[in-house]
């Protein structure tokens, strides 16, 4: 095993240990690919969760919307992941396991995400490669399975074909009117959402890289695509960002370079990635292992503009953790065709736009003794007519009464509209980010070991922003009124809006600091013999080791 | 329609198109059972959950987990779901469509939910109920139909039977290994998680009271069934409730006093009876609208040994909202019988305790000779087998080898142990609460409809605790540089952590705070002429309607 395998082996062993991220189901066997946040993992989760909600919506034209996981068949046809959302898949034809083909072919190609089905199955028939359980070599012929988790709504007859959510976007697309309505009807604006996706992997690996289950957040951004987006980048745009441009090397350059230069190709984006980088930084991803990468062409679905990744370095190489994408209007146009609804914006024209139309209207000298005291009511609704209309033609006037009119009734005519603005399709940028992979990374990133008496000493060093225990209150002893004393402290700490304390009173105060460190607690109180006498206790830092004495009303 | 009904259409309205709640997938034709939390709502639920987690964590002695949705089918048969969690069902012979027989016969009996199905069958056959799709008469035979959605976990041949979660507990059951060790083995302790529960209703109904996708928060509290809890409740023991205890008329009683008294039957079920009102209090549930029922002992589970429903009365009657139930050993004990493992915590004795037990020795006469040098660890291993045990019997000895111990070797003996503690199961008391309906009548609660100029105004009297916007700001105009200075003062507003702002620059002054009243934004900041000249706005109150002028700094 190589160092780094070694090092992913401890950490591991580590968060499993003390209750970070844990394989779900355990006793019952487990399941590949779900995890449980245990302990101390669940308080990291809610609160990188709630980082990134906030770091959203303080941007002032941002709401959050909670849609369910269950979603109806149309909704997914209508998206395209009933057709699309799938992966290659053959079965061993000994153990009947099933593979997805691309990852059994990758000592044998470059690229075999790349490949279409039947280039996969020629180079699946040329090359042979072993089942990963049985080390067969036969395998049935590749076929597309779709991955998302089937369900069933409703019983018996009543039943309709469902799936699990595999992303939050469509309840964000399929609320438009709801949030047009909500913002005043003015562009642009966004929805994020967090909460769960499914993904059915055939075969999941590489731990919280691939999971069945994840936890998502993402924001879907509603733009008028004739408006250009402000240039200037401001702040945002001094950040020295590493950048890899679709088929180029990775560079550093400033953000607002790459969008002046056009590798990025467009202002929104840019904003976005900005963002981004800012919130990863934020939770701890160390900034030197992240880089952003552009979509090459090919990678891209056919509507997109430009997409980039955000991707982080860790355990597992450079891992996709983010992606930005201006999606165009494709899926605000998918559901506006399956459903017949509009999903529009309305852009109001500078200036009345006045156009002339071919229409008709009626022919007064033979209209007139034919409708006598509606004539002018059958005038107004003949001018209504569009161009194409065939005489005779029954037409409904003010009263709801039917008139029939006759080709002789009516002669061409041209009419001038006058239009204050226009109804459009916005256009949609979407940052999706994995927020089990960033937490992963975030872990991955603040995992420190060092040598203490032979031993891996290990140190989690976590930005105090989204650390799951803030405090840890020991009592020297739990004897001469310690232990309450400690414990009434630890109370206090606790009622404290959003801190986080944790009480342990087994073993030295050394293993406790080595117990507190191991999960990342900045700070730990001792309370001691001198406590009951003059109100103080000892805080120690998890970074600099250094001791304080401070009064316990100072604490927070 | 009654008064009643008629205010529950205008709510529903009112939730509906100011982005509150709304029915999910509507553009797709919608789905029984599902709802979105819109622009404003999404706010709402995200800030009750969160004043629920912190209402908890603030114990000292919980902590958070978060386990995934989609669950393997052993586990919930462990629990006991895929045997029991099932509505008795029947399909119109006419339209197909499945209903709930006991739903059907709601106008034939006081209370078909306590029926069996053979009385069930029974009660159909004799009423001949109409199917509310077509009015027709004929059923198919009652059947007992599972409400767990059903999915497949992998594909091909290697997919795995798996549901959506019932609830929450389960992931917290499995997980108290974990818990054990994260609490230093100490109890009482407890895991809260919030997350999507599903029950795939056969006939959905009443809003958010039946959801086929609900939000659910648990919290599953361990204890020592031998350690009795204080009995005194301090600070919540002085609180008045509505008890509804098991076959008495509601009363009003101290909570301390419910607890001497007997009807309330252990501290730790009062405590959290207590607890709960507080929170329903926090989030701004009116008090006289909090009754906590017993349930009657044909209506717990025979394994319970006290259950209370927290019911809320609103626009449905009486609904029940948190379940408070101390669940013995039952969940904890069904797992183990399931996996063969364990999920004990450890009692240390006041006094080691020592037991003579039946056991064997080596006869030394003839295994001395036999064993020779290994005798002494031959010996050892002898020792350590049940008296039960048939000889000839191969024993492993130290070195890992194995050795054939003949009857002749050996002799019955007596062996003493000592026991400084045992292993046991502890017991649950489990809190569930149903936040979809909490936050239903959070907002039944808050509608307030006064009569403004003949029509009806609203305003919802949220909590500021939970408010879905903190502060609306508006430009008297967008010109001058107004809008400019609004925006920038929203912007500034959003900034501050945990405050969300809204903008509106939109129709009058007056009409802006109506919209605003509508959805409960406590405070309106208009920005007039006068700003611009001294940096202050006009704050205007939500409940009172009293406007003041306050320094732009001042704000928050």
Known sequence: MSEREQRLERLNGMLRRRGFILPAFEIHGGAKGFYDFGPVGGRLRSRVNQAWLDHWLRMGNIVELSCPTVTPYAVLEASGHVGEFSDFMTVCGSCEEASRADVLLEAHHTNPDALKMDELQNLLDASKPECPACAATEWSPVEAQNLMFNTTIGAGSSGRQGFLRPETAQGMFTSFNVLFRH?????????????????????????????????????????????????????????????????????????????????????????????????????????????????????????????????????????????IAHRGCYDLEAHEKATGKTLRARREFDEPRTTVIDAWTINGATAGPAFKA???????????????????????????????????????????????GEWYLPHVIEPAFGIDRIIWHVLDHAYKEDIKNDDKYVRMELSD????????????????????????????????????????????????????????????VTVDHQTLEDETVTVRSRDTGEQIRVPIDELC
């Open 465 to 524: 922003k989204i650390v799951p225990v803030d405090m840890a209150v020991f009592p020297l002893f739990e004897k001469d009124g310690m232990g309450e004393r400690a414990w009434a402290i630890h109370q206090r700490l606790c009622a404290t809006p959003g801190l986080v304390s944790m009480y342990d009173a087994s073993g030295s105060i050394g293993r406790r600091y080595a117990r507190a460190d191991e999960i990342g607690v900045p700070r730990c």
């Open 374 to 420: 509606m004539a002018g009511q059958v005038k107004k609704a003949v001018e209504d007519l569009p161009k194409d209309t065939v005489f005779p033609c029954t037409v409904i006037i003010d009263e709801g009464a039917t008139v029939e009119v006759l080709a002789e009734h009516v002669k061409p005519n041209q009419k001038t509209i006058k239009e204050t």
């Open 183 to 323: 913002f005043r009807e003015r562009l642009p604006f966004g929805a994020v959402q967090l909460g769960k996706g499914y993904r059915n992997e055939i075969a999941p690996r590489q731990g919280m890289i691939r999971l069945r289950e994840f936890n998502m957040a993402e924001l879907e951004y509603f733009i008028d695509p004739e408006k250009k987006p402000e240039p200037n980048l401001g702040d945002l745009g001094d950040l020295m960002l590493t950048l890899v441009g679709e088929g180029q090397e990775p560079s550093s350059m400033r953000l607002q370079d790459a969008l002046d230069t056009g590798l990025i190709r467009h202002a929104t984006v840019a904003e976005f990635i900005g963002r981004t980088h800012r919130f990863l930084e934020h939770v701890g991803i160390h900034t030197d292992k992240i880089r952003f990468r552009q979509h090459e062409q090919d990678e891209m679905a056919h509507y997109a503009v430009d997409c980039w990744d955000a991707e982080l370095h860790g355990s597992y190489g450079w891992v996709e953790c983010v992606g």
